[in-house]
């Protein structure tokens, strides 16, 4: 089983994405769960959602500990949030951001063995949605990096979650976040 | 068989509004808000009859008491305070043998105030002639709703369906959430033969003399009791509808375990976790899971326990200054039985406090000195 952990701010789309995540994972015939940080939610304050991929059922229902991924929305957070708390030793973090991998060692606790992977998803954002929201574009990023799930399913979950033109921009942001990641 | 990823919480509505109810009465409170919202909506898309945005849950229970006593089908959703709120009219529903569904999304109740996850709302409501159906997962909860409906209205007793809120309400996962086809085939429409009718007035729980009273209440309990052969029936309907099967209990590696947990709700799932990787390492683990609390299972649960080493009772309950409920429960179970195991009790997740595969894990390897323990966990 492999679990994932989304940080973002409240109204930045990170329990939307964990759900979208969980979506395309049962496109391809896997088992998902999805939940956000159980509490009360607040637009600009630190959250975090989760999902859970697995080949079987998942039976357990509790927090998640010691995630596989992390993927962080909002850069900002590095200075607030440990993201990579509890990160197990080979994890893979995502950062939205415009710096080098390098240039963020010192914000994220990094061990050895774990990998960091950066996109500059707000751009991405900007230039398809013509908004900063980057919870669907940073799939694509998750996609490629992680290689649990098909850019194409994806893709689906997002079109189905979104209706006409406003599903049309996102799945270009999730393309071309899933092209843009330099592995 | 249509299985969706959803909430848990939209897949409960949606179970609810396959099942055509004629009144939904709801006052939202979290972590039910949810269920009550889509709902809501549900009704302002014209896929409900009708719901009645009450302005507090003391009327949404008052509302459902109408609404059965005129013979429609009626429904709500609550949580914690709202449930509490509900308590005296609980007692009138039951009493006046009204049938209806009331979805509990679990959640501690105050003070302090605390607005996560344990049982203490829907357990405190144990004595209220209530049928309490506790669910391990989204799947079993969405297939209590019809469930409920019908050993409701068969039986005149009013059922709650219990699931752990956000653990279960919060989660979106793969359900197979019923078509309405598939529930008209086994929900018969409700039509009772004593209802309240302006043509042909009566009266509903009217007044009863000390040379009276008792016999009612007696009947009700016979009743309830009783009310398990009918629950044990409709859900071997329902699994042969869909391949679900449901029973007072659920034995999980039972077989040969010496030492079994006992539990009710979604740790259950974490449990069955943790006695796999314990019984890879050669433990005898094993799982009773209380499905029923209400009417309890006596006679199951002591077949389960008997002979085994050591149980560990865990409930997300406490009945402060007594016997923790459950535990009391199984202790009562096991009382004719010959060989007694050794009977621990565990309270633990009270306000959402995580209750994780380790911590049942620990728990099993913990009795297995044969002690008797109290703990908080």
């Not at chain 1, 159980?38 to 959250?47: I, K, L, N, Q």
């Not at chain 1, 950066?118 to 990023?141: F, H, Q, R």
């Not at chain 2, 990787?277 to 209400?294: D, H, I, S, T, Y």
């Amino acid at each position: 089983m492999f679990e994932v952990r989304f940080h973002g701010r409240g109204g930045q789309g990170a329990v939307t994405a964990a759900e979208l995540l969980a979506v395309a994972v049962a496109v391809e015939g896997k088992s998902s769960q999805s939940f956000p940080v159980f509490g009360v939610e607040r637009r600009g304050a630190p959250v975090a959602s989760f999902c859970r991929i697995n080949d079987k059922q998942i039976r357990i229902h509790q927090q998640v500990y010691a995630p596989d991924f992390v993927v962080v929305l909002d850069e900002g957070l590095l200075d607030a949030v440990d993201v990579a708390n509890g990160l197990k030793e080979n994890g893979v973090i995502i950062v939205n951001s415009k710096c080098d991998a390098s240039a963020l060692n010192g914000k994220l606790k990094i061990k050895e063995g774990m990998k960091v992977f950066v996109i500059d998803a707000t751009g991405i954002a900007l230039k398809n949605l013509g908004k900063p929201i980057v919870n669907t574009a940073m799939l694509g990023a998750f996609a490629k990096a992680s290689g649990l799930v098909g850019l194409e399913s994806v893709k689906k979950a997002v079109n189905e979650r979104f209706e006409g033109k406003m599903a049309e921009k996102n799945v270009k942001a999730v393309e071309e976040c899933y092209n843009e990641l330099k592995q | 068989m249509v299985v969706k990823t959803v909430e848990g919480s939209f897949a409960v509505a949606e179970a609810i509004r396959e099942c055509e109810p004629d009144v939904v009465a709801c006052y939202p409170i979290t972590p039910s808000t949810h269920i009550a919202e889509d709902l809501n909506r549900m009704y302002a898309d014209g896929e409900v009859k009708k719901y009645i945005a009450v302005e507090a849950e003391f009327s949404a229970i008052s509302a459902l008491i109408g609404a059965s006593a005129a013979g429609g089908r009626a429904v709500s959703t609550t949580s914690s305070q709202g449930l509490l709120l509900m308590h005296e009219a609980l007692f009138a529903a039951s009493g006046m043998r009204l049938p209806m569904v009331l979805v509990v999304a679990n959640r501690a109740v105050s003070a302090p105030l605390n607005i996560w996850g344990d049982q203490q709302d829907s357990i405190s409501q144990r004595d209220s002639g209530w049928i309490q159906l506790y669910c391990e997962t989204n799947q079993e909860t969405v297939d209590s709703i019809p469930i409920a409906f019908k050993v409701s209205e068969e039986t005149r007793l009013p059922a709650m369906v219990c699931m752990d809120g956000f653990y279960l309400t919060h989660s979106v996962e793969q359900i197979d959430v019923p078509e309405k086809k598939l529930v008209e085939k086994f929900l018969p429409k409700f039509n009772p033969e004593i209802k309240l009718d302006s043509e042909n007035p009566l009266s509903l729980g009217v007044y009863a003399m000390p040379s009276d009273y008792q016999s009612f209440r007696e009947d009700l309990e016979l009743d309830l009791q009783k009310a398990k052969q009918s629950i044990t029936r409709v859900q071997s309907e329902w699994n042969n509808l869909t391949g679900r099967n449901y029973g007072m209990i659920e034995q999980y590696m039972m077989k040969d375990a010496e030492n079994v947990f006992v539990a009710m709700g979604s740790v259950c799932g974490n449990a069955k976790e943790a006695i796999d990787q314990l019984r890879a390492n050669g433990e005898k683990a094993g799982l009773l899971r209380v499905r029923a609390f209400r009417p309890f299972p006596f006679g199951e649960v002591a077949g389960a326990l008997n002979g085994k080493k050591n149980v560990a009772v865990f409930e997300k309950a406490v009945s402060l200054g007594g016997a923790p409920p459950l535990f009391g429960e199984v202790l009562c179970a096991l009382n004719d039985l010959s060989r007694k195991p050794t009977v621990s009790s565990f309270i633990g997740g009270l306000g959402g406090k995580d209750v994780t595969v380790n911590n049942v894990a620990k728990i099993i390897v913990k009795i297995k000195d044969g002690e008797k323990r109290f703990e908080w966990v």
